[in-house]
C-alpha cells in the first residue's frame, strides 16, 4: 500500500477540522457582535491566507420582497 496517496487529504482534514475548532472557539469565546466580526474576518484571512476577508450579514426582515 502506497502511503503517499493518503498524505495528502488527511493533511487537508487537519487543517480543517483545526479551522473549524478555532471558529469554534472565537464564536464562543466573543459576546458582542462589534467584537466579533473584525476578530471572524481576521481569523478567516490567516486560514485561507487572503489579505482582506469581507462578511456581510443579512437580516431577512428588512430584505425587500
Same mark, same amino acid.
Given at each position: 500500500?502506497?502511503?503517499?496517496? =493518503?498524505?495528502?487529504?488527511?493533511?487537508?482534514? /487537519?487543517? !480543517?477540522? @483545526? @479551522?473549524?475548532?478555532?471558529? =469554534? *472557539?472565537?464564536?464562543? @469565546?466573543?459576546?458582542?457582535? /462589534?467584537?466579533?466580526?473584525? *476578530?471572524?474576518? *481576521?481569523?478567516?484571512s490567516q486560514? !485561507?491566507?487572503? *489579505? =482582506?476577508?469581507?462578511?456581510?450579514?443579512?437580516?431577512?426582515? /428588512?430584505?425587500?420582497?
Open positions: 500500500m502506497n502511503t503517499k496517496n =493518503y498524505l495528502t487529504p488527511t493533511k487537508k482534514y /487537519k487543517t !480543517l477540522i @483545526s @479551522s473549524i475548532h478555532s471558529i =469554534y *472557539r472565537l464564536v464562543n @469565546s466573543t459576546y458582542e457582535l /462589534k467584537e466579533l466580526i473584525p *476578530r471572524l474576518a *481576521r481569523l478567516i486560514i !485561507l491566507n487572503a *489579505r =482582506y476577508c469581507q462578511i456581510i450579514m443579512l437580516d431577512q426582515i /428588512k430584505m425587500p420582497d
